[in-house]
């Protein structure tokens, strides 16, 4: 990774400098797309089984080194050291299941005339990944998986904020694939990411993180040619609990689906809405804010932390400017709202949050704020409930619980969301399509569906007749 600019990185526990990181120009970028180019050419005549081997390695060296990469993350982006580690193994696993998919890449044949018909999936050539903070390995790691597979060389840029751990990803990958294959550039993103988005050797791209930056980056790649962009963006995702659910495990459901305790409430994927029957809502309401009190927020290596901070000071900032304006507007924090107690004046700490009394159409209700800010409504029937969570712009996930089979699937029909949960939330099963519709995004991640996203098919015929 060349080192002749550099930026800082800063510890989310004090808001001070942490470290520098290489802050990768457009020459530089340039560089390196080019030498990956140089190294797919080799990788993609390997025959598939000896890719996916070459895959399985770097999913047991990523095993070995799990302790390092998860230190790494929870110093770096704040989240407690369990989780973290939690995540590599995460990682490895999802490596692992593409290279399981590795046999996909066979094509088709076609039975349409007298003449030999097939189909090829062949790579694109380099390919870039762009990749958030709130999972740093875990998102480096697996996402390389898939392009690697299907006989591309990649190219990921790290998370602006949370680099540290993709940059040491970058030199294990080495002493499995070589130095160019699977190349990490990190810097802020305005001049590495936006290079590599317009690089003319780049024609697939796949990206998660916020809306308005895939929005830029759609624009951006069309502007620079014909690419394939895939993206994972926001969500503002709904939990509806109707009155004939199991009410102890809803509530559990509830705050397990914020991922406080994972990523200080920064996912996409959380269940930040939480839809209640207005005749359950009380009971339902006074568990959860019990269960969200008792989060412990702490350092990241403190073995007694629960949650840690959120990522930067602007992160703070619009979390708490959220709560302020759901209060100011009539709505109350039940739980949280403010600075925890558990820790000093200094990082970017800020209570777990329950927010109620607020109406659907309230920014804290239809806003993504990507921290750890649950807001509660209220509904009076079904359709009620369904219309609350489909008037969000955002589809990414949802959750339904109730005790009724027929309802549960009529439900989960009804909403407008890509990964929808029955009597349960937040949990990914590795292999299962993951992705969003409307303003959360385009393709599909954690399956055989993006292994197969980074070919491109090429059909030939055989004139027999």
Known sequence: MPTRN?????????????????????????????????????????????????VRAFAELLRAHEEELATIDAIDAGFPLP????DVGAAATIVDIMADHALQLGGSTYPLSGNLHY??????????????????????????????????????KAPDQTPLSALRMAELAAEVFGPDLCAVI???????????????????????????????????????????????????????????????????????????????????????????HESVADQVIDAVVDQVRSIRVGHPLDADTQMGPVISGNQYDKSVDAITAATTAGGKALAGGGRPDTVGPDGWYLSP??????????????????????????????AEAVA???????????????????RAHRIARELEAGYVWINGSSRHYWGLPFGGVKASGVGREESVDELLSYTQTKAVTVVME
């Open 6 to 54: 550099r930026y800082q990185i800063e510890d989310p526990t004090t808001g001070r400098r942490l470290t520098d990181a290489p802050d990768c120009s457009a020459e530089e970028v340039d560089e390196i797309v080019r030498a990956a180019a140089e190294a797919q050419l080799q990788w993609a005549k390997l025959p598939v089984r000896a890719r996916a081997a070459k």
């Open 83 to 86: 989780v973290m580690r939690a």
């Open 119 to 156: 189909s090829l999936q062949e790579p694109y050539g380099v390919v870039a990944r762009i990749v958030p903070f709130n999972h740093p390995l875990f998102f480096a790691a697996s996402k390389v998986a898939a392009p690697l597979v299907a006989g591309n060389a990649v190219v990921l």
């Open 186 to 276: 990190s810097g802020r993103g305005s001049v590495s990411g936006a290079a590599l988005v317009a690089h003319p050797l780049i024609r697939r791209i796949g990206f998660i993180g916020a809306p308005d930056t895939g929005r830029m980056i759609q624009r951006s790649a069309a502007e620079a040619g014909v690419k394939y962009v895939s993206l994972e963006l926001g969500g503002k995702n709904a939990l509806i609990v109707l009155p004939d659910a199991d009410l102890d495990r809803a509530v559990e459901s509830a705050v397990f689906g914020m991922n406080y305790t994972a990523t200080a409430g920064q996912s996409c994927g959380s269940t930040s809405r939480l839809l209640l």
């Open 353 to 382: 949050t329950v927010l109620a009394g607020v109406s659907p159409d309230n920014p804290a209700a239809v806003a993504e704020i990507f921290g750890p800010v649950l807001t509660v409504l209220t509904f009076r029937d079904e």
């Open 388 to 406: 609350i969570a489909n008037s969000s712009e955002y589809g990414l996930t949802a959750g339904v619980f109730t005790s009724d089979v027929t």
